[in-house]
């Protein structure tokens, strides 16, 4: 392995940091041709491992990914394929010219409409990369619809062609890729929600760059990093002292639950379960005691006073206790509006505190988002969209750029925002980014928040002990979390992912170390 190789597959970049980084490779010495040659043979190998059939139509564009698109339309021409150009552009870049003459010398026909493509088996887009920022022209719209009115396998190089790369913004039209290979760093439009349906399965084509180029554009601490396994792992307390025990493996504090939102308080004591916390309490109502407790038999369960509404009036911790007892505190799921004194009894602790859901609600209405700064501890917020609206309402970017709308969040609050979605992203205070690569569909369900929060709040509880930072354990949970969804719905289907079934599939993820994976990081 090169120096810094794990390193690479972690990094997420801006286009214009990413056209920084291939300047300083040809200012080094590496010719521009050579550089193309390496990266479409990469792709070529991947294009015979990934597609099914003979015969293959190649898109090419006016600039480097046109020239990228015409050395994989000849390696695979050379490798016995059936392929077809189509170039709408009578203006190329000079390497992308001399690679199509090159081509066109070899024998391999330029068809002059996108209906000649029609009989291909399935596609190459290299029509557009990192430089598009306006709108696609009328034409090769036109032509960018007709390809995927037809349903074929597309494979695009770098971004799916019209993608804006740092938003995902689609820019009047965009190729609906079913695989995009980003070349050499992930690209931030690979972790917006828009551009999700565009990208399909995202694989990285890791081309050598220099680990000091790389270093020289990001610094030594990256702003924006994609969660990897050995990220993930690095920060999970898999290895214990055979001299442990309970008092030193973690004590963490779930305050959730209410008599209408009973089971928010029982999956998230499941998430906890599994994070193999040393020491897990349960504050819930009084009226849901026993039934957490026929759950969750090894659990200290307090039952507190209840509102006449079935929501919790206050803490009641056992006698000699109190909030400073434990390592982390989780609070929110299932809580119901009315559990106002209770939020605010957490807040004031000065341990690590994770709200979540009703938690998160009841700071909005109380208006103490501004407080955050005010904590002595570690503070993380986990909404999903609509609670991010509603904490953080003067976030007016929020559907344009999620990263760029976390990242001001956590500025201006001091907390750590954990954004939850199809593509999670999480910034702390001082504009570090974390991006969850991948995840699926069947997370999609009530609950799998609930069960997140509990694993986050017993992964803090251990990682606070063993002098972890906290938005790597947080990290390492989303990360945990979306691999056991993953799991789950390849033996399932996304329809048979139910929370209560996510949680029994936390500890079946990590005791397999099964790393299956649709965001491909090779």
């Avoid at 719209?141 to 993608?163: E, Q, R, T, Y």
């Avoid at 504090?253 to 040393?278: F, H, N, Q």
């Amino acid at each position: 392995m090169r120096d810094g190789q794990e390193a690479v597959s972690q990094i997420v970049v801006t286009a214009g940091e990413m056209r920084d980084v291939e300047g300083r490779m040809l200012a080094a010495g590496m010719p521009g041709s050579a550089l193309m040659e390496k990266v479409g043979g990469l792709i070529a190998v991947r294009v015979g491992v990934v597609a099914k059939g003979c015969c293959v139509g190649v898109l090419v564009g006016p600039g480097d990914n046109g020239g990228v698109a015409l050395v994989v339309a000849r390696e695979l021409h050379w490798r016995g394929y059936e392929v077809r150009l189509f170039c709408p552009f009578s203006e190329l870049k000079v390497l992308t010219g001399e690679f199509l003459r090159y081509a066109q010398g070899l024998g391999i026909g330029c068809c002059e409409e996108v209906g000649g493509l029609l009989g291909c088996d399935f596609l190459i887009d290299g029509l557009f990369g990192l430089g598009l920022d306006g709108l696609v022209a009328d034409g090769v719209a036109g032509a960018i619809d007709v390809l995927n009115g037809w349903g074929k396998p597309i494979l695009s190089v770098d971004v799916p062609s019209g993608l804006q790369a740092d938003t995902g913004e689609v820019l009047g039209t965009a190729i609906r890729a079913t695989r995009t290979f980003c070349l050499g760093l992930w690209k931030l439009a690979f972790f917006q929600d828009e551009a999700l349906e565009y990208v399909g399965v995202a694989e990285l084509i890791d081309f050598d760059i220099p680990w000091a180029v790389v270093r020289a554009v990001v610094g030594d601490v990256p702003r924006v990093k994609c969660i990897t396994g050995g990220m993930a792992l690095s920060s999970l307390p898999l290895n214990r002292s055979v001299a442990t025990h309970k008092y030193k493996e973690g004590h963490l504090l779930l305050v959730c639950g209410s008599r209408r939102y009973g089971g928010g308080s029982i999956l998230t004591a499941l998430g906890a379960r599994a994070s193999g916390v040393g020491m897990l309490s349960v504050a819930v109502p009084e009226s849901l005691r026993s039934v957490v407790v026929s759950h969750l038999p090894e659990a200290l369960v307090f039952g507190c006073p209840e509102t006449a509404s079935g929501a919790m009036a206050g803490l009641q911790l056992p006698a000699g206790m109190d909030l400073g007892c434990f390592d982390a505190i989780a609070c929110g799921p299932g809580l119901s509006l009315d559990a106002v004194s209770v939020v605010e009894e957490v807040f004031s602790s000065d341990g690590c505190l994770v709200l979540d859901a009703d938690g998160l609600n009841i700071l909005a209405g109380l208006g103490w988002v501004s407080r955050l700064q005010e904590r002595g501890a570690p503070t993380i917020l986990t909404p999903h969209g609509g609670e991010f609206r509603r904490l953080f309402p003067y976030v007016v970017d929020f559907n344009e750029d999620r990263i760029k709308a976390v990242v001001r969040a956590a500025r201006d609050c001091g907390a750590v925002v954990l954004l939850k979605g199809a593509r999670s992203v999480m910034a702390n205070c001082e504009g570090r980014v974390w991006v969850n690569g991948e995840s699926s569909a069947g997370l999609a369900r009530g609950g799998s928040g609930d069960v997140l929060t509990g694993l986050v709040g017993g992964l803090l509880a251990q990682g606070i002990i063993r002098g972890f930072g906290v938005e790597d354990v947080v990290a390492s949970g989303v990360w945990w979390h979306s691999q056991a969804g993953i799991l789950a719905a390849q033996e399932r289907t996304v329809l048979g992912v139910d929370a209560f079934t996510l949680t029994q599939y936390l500890g079946k993820f990590i005791s397999g170390q099964s790393f299956i994976t649709g965001f491909v990081d090779k």
